[in-house]
């Protein structure tokens, strides 16, 4: 009796020791993350259970995926500190999980850090092993973060004139032809010249950058692009209505403690053609409820607004997210 009992109490504690030593691949650590109630609570479960991860892969590959959820609630400092940690671990990409380079991770570091005003950070990033890349395309947008980084740092536009002449030489590297059309948009964001735009329309036509330039669309652009000083220009309001029209469709949207999103909102465009596009792109990956509307701005502007509903759990922000697209709640 006295050895079954030992048995029975020696089965216990292994069971506890397995149970308690439970190992989570990055797919199924991030599978049962979002089956929580809100961004911020699916945070919070990773956070939790991150250091309890099958491999350095699947570690690395979750806290990649923990900085885009912080990034996309605005909590740019941990967003920033999750990147820079996945970014250290020596290991390649989990299964079934985003495939994303060291300097990648270190670049969205970089970007992060920026957006949360903190340059110092951002500096120290591009100051590690990237710096000295033998990758010319990392090498090229080493060199841009960092003129972004001094341009943030700036309090005025004077204090901008050395980084545009940074910038001009820029544009006629072949060494920088990779980051060029940001290297135009960033000149013609401080100066509003059309020199800039022509450049831009005549090399990059079809760009995100000459489409922001030429009006073509609204985009919800990182926030450290308001940390610089730029010239006086039609998109200087046109960017922060944006950012402002990013959380509500209108003035009526704005949200209580608690209350549940009626849209998740994907993008805003002055043309049908565009919004058409991305409704296509968002019923191919499965939101068979993406659709548009439009509506008239005091300006006279018509938008396409580009939404998928709410669904009953409240996460389909996140779902949203996952399959790559950005995204903004919208109340109503």
């Not at 969205?108 to 033998?134: C, P, R």
């Not at 700036?154 to 590297?173: C, G, P």
């Not at 960017?239 to 998740?264: C, D, F, V």
Request: hydrophobic content about 35%; aromatic content about 12%; some cysteine.
């Amino acid at each position: 009796m006295k050895k079954t009992i030992s048995i029975f109490i020696l089965f216990l504690a292994l069971s506890a020791g397995a149970f308690s030593q439970t190992k989570y691949t990055a797919e199924e650590l991030k599978n049962l993350a979002l089956n929580e109630d809100s961004v911020e609570e699916t945070i919070n479960f990773i956070k939790a259970k991150s250091s309890s991860m099958a491999s350095e892969a699947d570690r690395r590959s979750i806290l990649y995926y923990l900085g885009t959820l912080q990034e996309h609630m605005g909590q740019y400092a941990e967003a920033s500190k999750s990147f820079a940690s996945a970014a250290g671990i020596g290991a390649g990409d989990a299964r079934n999980m985003q495939k994303v380079s060291t300097e990648d991770l270190v670049f969205a570091a970089v970007a992060a850090s920026l957006n949360a005003g903190d340059y110092q950070t951002a500096g120290a990033y591009l100051s590690s092993s990237i710096s000295s890349s033998e990758n010319s395309l990392v090498s090229a947008k080493v060199s841009l973060y960092q003129v972004w980084t001094a341009l943030c740092k700036a309090s005025n536009l004077e204090e901008t004139k050395d980084s545009q002449e940074i910038l001009k030489a820029y544009v006629k590297m072949d060494s920088m032809k990779s980051v060029r059309p940001q290297l135009l948009f960033t000149l013609w964001y401080l100066t509003d010249s059309d020199e800039y735009k022509k450049a831009l329309k005549t090399s990059y036509g079809t760009s995100p950058e000459y489409r922001i330039a030429s009006g073509q669309a609204e985009l919800m652009i990182s926030p450290f692009w308001f940390f610089m000083p730029h010239a006086e220009h039609s998109y200087a309001d046109s960017a922060k209505l944006a950012i402002q029209e990013s959380s509500s469709s209108s003035s009526n949207s704005t949200s209580s403690p608690g209350e549940k999103a009626k849209y998740l909102q994907l993008g805003l465009f002055k043309e049908k053609a565009n919004a058409d596009a991305l409704v296509e792109k968002a019923k191919k990956k499965g939101f068979y409820d993406a659709h548009w509307y439009t509506e008239t701005r005091s300006s006279g502007t018509t938008y396409y607004i580009v939404v998928v509903s709410e669904n009953a759990q409240g996460n389909m922000s996140l779902k949203l997210k996952d399959a790559g697209f950005e995204n903004y709640p919208l109340y109503e």
